[in-house]
């Protein structure tokens, strides 16, 4: 079956598609319909562009292994949908299914679980919930700090209408002899009201559409990089913006125009036409005033809450990506292996892997190689309960991994005590472990773990692993956990475990250099090829991706608000300063020196800079305990992230304002006294 953009991409729309052949990996399939354009299926994220029916699964992966996967009964790797009958509520049907459940549940049991894992088995749930939206990983990991970043750009529109408000504010008070005139000539206060509003929401208008385009261009920017850090296919998912939210924020933008354009029009209308004709702008007094300096305060405080969480947001990225996880994180490949067509028929996995690390490891350029059965930095943890062999205890959750010769060298996970694994270590051999540091410290008094034994709780095959080495400890799958307790077995005795494996090589050479070597060495052997190869740093950023795109997101947010707080200063000082011209003439005329009138401007600055900060600190810790469970290494009260973002908004607020009082220090008292 294929998608409509698949069909339309490689068919051009043709009708006769239906009977004709597409091979896939040199198999051929017969094309039996096409599907109507945008449907993906389960999937909210990704269109399927080229759907099979599930027996052919077992075509690519080989036989007698793939067989077998698919015919176990109790694996529950697969989801069921279905469409509700009119009338037919999801509660209705969740009910009728959970009624259903405990035979369907029994007749997976399979029959060589111990009688522990049958109660275990027996105590699983049936999960009924609503397709309508289609299964989303993106909605699974980004809902969260999406919600953030909405709250983010709440506070930076609130941080533009106070700009807009102070400098319309600024506006009307340079043109209170203009409005007096008006007033003069008849215009009532409605008309100077609807006029100044109108100003306001003009502004508003402008910026709603310059944000349309930039929106455009940041939208599939932004969802470009995050679909193609996550899936290796085409990504179908669309958020670029629609006539809907156009039609929210063309609102919003009417709504803020009006909000905070009132504060101008309430200036307009208590000026005094008379007062205002007859001494002009000489009596103006002191900028905008109390409003104004009050909407800069306000400015600062808001400034400074986004800031805060800009700065730790990216302080935790900065905390993970320094993160040691107890693995090399340079120098080292991560080779992704998939099964050509039938590659694992008939195939004996400890050899073919012995001979393919022993052939990478003389491709010049390769240090060392081993196997791993995960990859590092996996969102997916593989944990197993652990316990000491003839324990009741409840166990540890550890987590697991499988390896084979040569994985502790090339990943740079130090032995510690004991040795590590031979190929001799077959399912010839007696079951052994290796494990970490901390497990064998958790389990053994005095971490004294060598030929210890193990159960892996849940697992028949698992039993009796005798502890045959302690290596140094690591976070295989999550670096924002603590190096947790882990298990290493050998894939060699489990050799079902061995394909669609994991290839790790230590090479000082880039991916591109190493690529074709790789590929010939792999495929010469004809069982697998290459699906991608990777730098481990890379499998380390994509896992922290959710913290990344936050840490962008709120950094550009902030650096706005940071902005937009530096144009309100220097909008403000510049019209106190252009408004005080005739005082500051008296007082140089008096005596005063040109830095003491530089002084008292930035002196005023430094007065509603440390007022906002002074407002702006409370808020800003009250709200940095919403994000404290997304952060890293950093409380919600970091003082370096404190000191940092209350040192950037003085610094900016200081420079903003030193333009209009450079400008004061250089006023001319003989101009001044005659400015009119």
């Given at each position: 079956?294929?998608?409509?953009?698949?069909?339309?991409?490689?068919?051009?729309?043709?009708?006769?598609?239906?009977?004709?052949?597409?091979?896939?990996?040199?198999?051929?399939?017969?094309?039996?319909?096409?599907?109507?354009?945008?449907?993906?299926?389960?999937?909210?994220?990704?269109?399927?562009?080229?759907?099979?029916?599930?027996?052919?699964?077992?075509?690519?992966?080989?036989?007698?292994?793939?067989?077998?996967?698919?015919?176990?009964?109790?694996?529950?790797?697969?989801?069921?949908?279905?469409?509700?009958?009119?009338?037919?509520?999801?509660?209705?049907?969740?009910?009728?299914?959970?009624?259903?459940?405990?035979?369907?549940?029994?007749?997976?049991?399979?029959?060589?679980?111990?009688?522990?894992?049958?109660?275990?088995?027996?105590?699983?749930?049936?999960?009924?919930?609503?397709?309508?939206?289609?299964?989303?990983?993106?909605?699974?990991?980004?809902?969260?700090?999406?919600?953030?970043?909405?709250?983010?750009?709440?506070?930076?529109?609130?941080?533009?209408?106070?700009?807009?408000?102070?400098?319309?504010l600024a506006r009307a008070a340079s043109r209170s002899r203009e409005m007096a005139v008006r007033v003069a000539l008849g215009a009532g206060r409605a008309r100077i009201v609807?006029?100044?509003?109108?100003?306001?929401?003009?502004?508003?208008?402008?910026?709603?559409?310059?944000?349309?385009?930039?929106?455009?261009?940041?939208?599939?920017?932004?969802?470009?990089?995050?679909?193609?850090?996550?899936?290796?296919?085409?990504?179908?998912?669309?958020?670029?913006?629609?006539?809907?939210?156009?039609?929210?924020?063309?609102?919003?933008?009417?709504?803020?125009?009006?909000?905070?354009?009132?504060?101008?029009?309430?200036?307009?209308?208590?000026?005094?036409?008379?007062?205002?004709?007859?001494?002009?702008?000489?009596?103006?007094?002191?900028?905008?005033?109390?409003?104004?300096?009050?909407?800069?305060?306000?400015?600062?405080?808001?400034?400074?809450?986004?800031?805060?969480?800009?700065?730790?947001?990216?302080?935790?990225?900065?905390?993970?990506?320094?993160?040691?996880?107890?693995?090399?994180?340079?120098?080292?490949?991560?080779?992704?292996?998939?099964?050509?067509?039938?590659?694992?028929?008939?195939?004996?996995?400890?050899?073919?892997?012995?001979?393919?690390?022993?052939?990478?490891?003389?491709?010049?350029?390769?240090?060392?190689?081993?196997?791993?059965?995960?990859?590092?930095?996996?969102?997916?943890?593989?944990?197993?309960?652990?316990?000491?062999?003839?324990?009741?205890?409840?166990?540890?959750?550890?987590?697991?991994?499988?390896?084979?010769?040569?994985?502790?060298?090339?990943?740079?996970?130090?032995?510690?005590?004991?040795?590590?694994?031979?190929?001799?270590?077959?399912?010839?051999?007696?079951?052994?472990?290796?494990?970490?540091?901390?497990?064998?410290?958790?389990?053994?008094?005095?971490?004294?773990?060598?030929?210890?034994?193990?159960?892996?709780?849940?697992?028949?095959?698992?039993?009796?692993?005798?502890?045959?080495?302690?290596?140094?400890?690591?976070?295989?799958?999550?670096?924002?956990?603590?190096?947790?307790?882990?298990?290493?077995?050998p894939s060699m005795q489990y050799r079902d475990y061995m394909g669609w494996s994991q290839l790790l090589l230590q090479t000082s050479l880039s991916p591109a250099v190493m690529?074709?070597?790789?590929?010939?060495?792999?495929?010469?052997?004809?069982?697998?090829?290459?699906s991608s190869i990777k730098t481990i740093r890379q499998n380390i950023d994509r896992s922290i991706l959710q913290e990344r795109v936050t840490a962008m997101l709120s950094a550009?947010?902030?650096?706005?608000?940071?902005?937009?707080?530096?144009?309100?200063?220097?909008?403000?000082?510049?019209?106190?300063?252009?408004?005080?011209?005739?005082?500051?003439?008296?007082?140089?005329?008096?005596?005063?020196?040109?830095?003491?009138?530089?002084?008292?401007?930035?002196?005023?600055?430094?007065?509603?800079?440390?007022?906002?900060?002074?407002?702006?600190?409370?808020?800003?810790?009250?709200?940095?305990?919403?994000?404290?469970?997304?952060?890293?290494?950093?409380?919600?009260?970091?003082?370096?992230?404190?000191?940092?973002?209350?040192?950037?908004?003085?610094?900016?607020?200081?420079?903003?304002?030193?333009?209009?009082?450079?400008?004061?220090?250089?006023?001319?008292?003989?101009?001044?006294?005659?400015?009119?």
């Amino acid at each position: 079956m294929l998608s409509y953009g698949f069909w339309q991409s490689h068919y051009g729309g043709a009708r006769d598609v239906i009977g004709k052949t597409l091979k896939i990996e040199g198999i051929p399939f017969t094309i039996i319909g096409v599907t109507h354009k945008g449907f993906r299926g389960m999937s909210a994220d990704v269109e399927m562009e080229v759907t099979l029916p599930l027996p052919a699964k077992q075509l690519f992966g080989g036989e007698p292994n793939m067989q077998k996967y698919l015919r176990r009964r109790g694996a529950r790797w697969l989801q069921a949908a279905g469409r509700l009958k009119p009338g037919v509520t999801l509660e209705q049907a969740r009910v009728q299914l959970d009624s259903l459940w405990p035979e369907i549940r029994q007749e997976m049991v399979p029959p060589d679980k111990t009688f522990a894992d049958l109660g275990r088995f027996r105590d699983l749930q049936l999960k009924v919930e609503s397709g309508a939206r289609g299964a989303s990983l993106l909605r699974n990991r980004f809902s969260k700090p999406l919600y953030i970043v909405l709250a983010i750009s709440g506070l930076v529109l609130l941080v533009a209408c106070v700009n807009l408000a102070n400098l319309m504010l600024a506006r009307a008070a340079s043109r209170s002899r203009e409005m007096a005139v008006r007033v003069a000539l008849g215009a009532g206060r409605a008309r100077i009201v609807r006029q100044t509003l109108t100003e306001s929401v003009m502004l508003s208008v402008a910026g709603t559409l310059a944000g349309w385009v930039f929106a455009h261009w940041a939208s599939h920017a932004i969802s470009d990089f995050i679909l193609g850090q996550i899936y290796t296919v085409p990504a179908a998912l669309n958020l670029s913006p629609d006539w809907q939210i156009l039609g929210l924020t063309a609102a919003m933008a009417i709504l803020t125009g009006v909000l905070f354009g009132l504060a101008p029009a309430w200036r307009a209308t208590r000026e005094d036409p008379n007062a205002a004709l007859q001494h002009g702008s000489r009596t103006l007094g002191r900028g905008a005033g109390r409003l104004g300096g009050g909407l800069i305060i306000t400015q600062v405080a808001l400034s400074l809450v986004l800031l805060m969480g800009s700065g730790l947001f990216a302080r935790t990225l900065k905390k993970l990506h320094d993160a040691n996880p107890g693995f090399r994180t340079h120098s080292l490949l991560d080779v992704s292996l998939v099964p050509k067509p039938n590659g694992y028929k008939n195939l004996d996995p400890v050899n073919y892997y012995r001979q393919l690390t022993d052939r990478i490891a003389e491709v010049p350029g390769v240090e060392s190689s081993g196997m791993m059965r995960a990859r590092f930095g996996n969102v997916l943890e593989w944990t197993e309960r652990i316990r000491i062999t003839g324990s009741d205890a409840e166990g540890l959750v550890a987590d697991f991994e499988m390896a084979t010769p040569g994985f502790f060298e090339t990943a740079g996970i130090a032995l510690l005590q004991g040795r590590k694994f031979e190929w001799q270590d077959d399912d010839h051999a007696p079951s052994v472990a290796i494990v970490s540091q901390d497990f064998a410290e958790k389990f053994f008094l005095k971490g004294d773990a060598i030929g210890q034994h193990l159960d892996v709780m849940n697992a028949r095959n698992w039993q009796n692993l005798q502890i045959i080495g302690v290596v140094s400890n690591a976070s295989l799958y999550d670096i924002r956990k603590a190096q947790a307790p882990t298990v290493y077995l050998p894939s060699m005795q489990y050799r079902d475990y061995m394909g669609w494996s994991q290839l790790l090589l230590q090479t000082s050479l880039s991916p591109a250099v190493m690529t074709g070597a790789l590929r010939q060495t792999v495929e010469s052997l004809g069982h697998e090829y290459i699906s991608s190869i990777k730098t481990i740093r890379q499998n380390i950023d994509r896992s922290i991706l959710q913290e990344r795109v936050t840490a962008m997101l709120s950094a550009f947010f902030g650096a706005l608000a940071l902005l937009l707080a530096a144009i309100g200063v220097y909008g403000l000082m510049a019209y106190a300063v252009t408004q005080r011209t005739r005082e500051i003439g008296i007082r140089m005329t008096l005596g005063a020196k040109r830095l003491g009138v530089l002084k008292m401007v930035l002196r005023e600055t430094v007065v509603l800079m440390s007022a906002g900060v002074g407002i702006g600190l409370p808020c800003a810790f009250a709200a940095t305990r919403l994000i404290g469970h997304m952060l890293y290494g950093v409380s919600p009260n970091d003082p370096v992230t404190v000191a940092c973002v209350v040192g950037a908004l003085f610094a900016v607020g200081v420079l903003a304002a030193y333009l209009p009082a450079r400008r004061a220090m250089r006023v001319d008292p003989m101009v001044a006294l005659r400015y009119d």
